[in-house]
Structures are given as C-alpha cells and as structure tokens.
C-alpha cells in the first residue's frame, strides 16, 4: 500500500458527503473517490442481506480503483457490513467505519451521561452502537430511536422549511430522548439538519455530528501507519450509481464547484 494511493469513501446518497467534505478539510493532500449508491438508497429501510451486496460491489469498484483505505461513510451500512467489508477488502486496503470513533468519542466525553442516538431503521434495529456502548463499561445509557424518515427527506431537498421542522420535532419529542445530554446523529445525512436539532434542545444538549470525529479517525489511522500523502494531490472523482438532481446539487454545494459525476452501474 502506497501513501500516494487515494481514499475511497462511499454511502447511499448526499450522507457520506459530510465525512468526505470533513476528511478534505482535514487532509487537504489525499484524494478522494466517492461512490454515491444513488441507485439504491435509502439503504436504511433494506435488509442486511442487501445492504452487504451493495456494500461488496461498491468496495470491489474502489479497490480497482487502488485505494489504501475503505470509509464507510454510512452508519447503515457500518452497522451491516463493516466485518464483510473488512475481510472482504483483506489486505488490499484497510477499511475504517462511521460507528467506531464515535463510540471512542462517547467514553471519553459522555461517560456516566443519558445519551440519545438517532438513526435509520438498520442502524437502530442492528443494536450494533448498544453493544459497542455498552462494552465501554462507561456508565453511558444509551437511549435509540429509528429515524427513518429524515434520511429521504434529506435527500429530497426538505433540510431548512416546515416540513423538515414538523417531522424533526415529532421525532425528538418522543419520550425516548427526555433529559438526555447529548445526541449522537447516527446517520451521516443528519449533519445537514444539526442546526434545527440543535435549536430543537435550545441549545442544551451536546449535538455528536461524527464527520470531523470520523476525519480526525482517518487521519490518526493514515499517521500510525504511515501512510498519509505527502506528495501530489490529484483530483477528486465522484462516482454515482443512478444520476440524481439532489447528488449533483448537494456536490456542488458541499465543495463550492460544479463537480463532474462519473456514471457507474453497480449490475448492468
Ligand atoms: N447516510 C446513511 C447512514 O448513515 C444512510 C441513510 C439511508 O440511505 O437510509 O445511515
């Protein structure tokens, strides 16, 4: 593996952009290759079964494209397919998840705290943050709650307006999350309502938005081993697996140019 090799990144959607956009922010000098499951998403309401296909498939097109790191910027599919992608990419590319920093985060930070997370159906229903949590042996209570529409109206444009505040605020009403300190977004498409959340708790409650946990993961993890690009930086490729108005909008806006999709089927 070469320190010049670029990241692979990859979600179903926008989501993983703010993880991609934290790492470039971070780690001016590596060179990303996204891969936007645009055909496929949302992927929190499909089974793990699906989730793991898909997962494969996107990993064989960025181990081809000669990545050294594989991050799944998508807690349903961190939840789901970590393990498979792991042993799956083997010793071609070293593979990093969504959920981890994040747990590592929560002992240092929240230990002995009432801490809410919110995520898609899969991510929730997998338990996969409970028993990371809870082998912390931090005191942290852990309360989950499925949040399975924010993802696609998300990605449908309804982030600042009425519709999104409705639907935020009957989630977070549940008694579910009463009196807890912080909230961890256990989905990578939630940064991009973190403001309305936050304003939702007045402010009062730690908002945990894992891109720049996530970015600082990656980095420490290049470092140790190494292989953090020091030489030239290339240009970042962004790939999708169905063209959607919402991706080429949300790229643009996320890196402040008009970015060039690349079309790739994963099954043709
Ligand atoms: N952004 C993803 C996550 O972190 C998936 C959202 C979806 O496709 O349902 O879970």
Same mark, same amino acid.
């Given at each position: 593996?070469?320190?010049?090799? *670029? ?14 956009? =934290?790492?470039?922010?971070?780690? *001016? ?13 949302? $992927?929190? /309401?499909?089974?793990? =079964? ?9 990993? /064989? ?26 042993? $799956? ?44 949590? /809870? ?12 949040? *399975?529409?924010?993802? *696609? ?11 999104? /505040? ?79 108005? =919402? ?17 790739? =089927?994963?099954?043709?």
């Amino acid at each position: 593996m070469n320190a010049n090799q *670029p990241i692979g990144v990859f979600d179903s959607g926008i989501g993983g952009l703010t993880v991609a956009k =934290a790492v470039r922010k971070l780690l *001016p000098r590596e060179r990303l290759i996204y891969f936007g499951d645009t055909a496929h998403l949302p $992927y929190g /309401d499909k089974s793990t =079964a699906a989730i793991q296909a898909y997962s494969v498939k996107i990993v /064989d097109v960025l181990l081809q494209a000669g990545c050294k790191l594989i991050l799944i910027a998508c807690n349903s599919a961190s939840a789901a397919a970590f393990e498979l992608v792991k042993e $799956y990419a083997g010793s071609r590319a070293h593979v990093v998840n969504v959920i981890d920093p994040v747990v590592s985060h929560l002992g240092i930070y929240h230990a002995g705290q009432k801490v809410g997370l919110i995520g898609t159906k899969q991510t929730i229903n997998s338990g996969v943050y409970t028993k990371k949590v /809870d082998s912390l042996h931090a005191g942290i209570v852990l309360q989950a709650l499925a949040t *399975p529409l924010l993802a *696609p109206m998300i990605e449908e444009g309804f982030q600042r307006d009425e519709v999104s /505040d409705t639907i935020i605020q009957s989630y977070l009403n549940q008694e579910d999350l009463h009196g807890i300190q912080a909230l961890v977004l256990g989905c990578t498409h939630y940064p991009l309502i973190k403001r309305q959340i936050d304003a939702y708790f007045a402010h009062q409650v730690a908002i945990i938005d894992s891109s720049e946990i996530v970015a600082r993961a990656v980095k420490e993890f290049l470092e140790t081993r190494e292989l953090l690009n020091e030489g030239p930086t290339g240009e970042d490729r962004f790939l999708v697996s169905d063209f959607t108005a =919402a991706f080429q909008h949300a790229t643009s806006l996320f890196f402040g140019k008009s970015v060039k999709l690349e079309r790739y =089927a994963l099954w043709e």
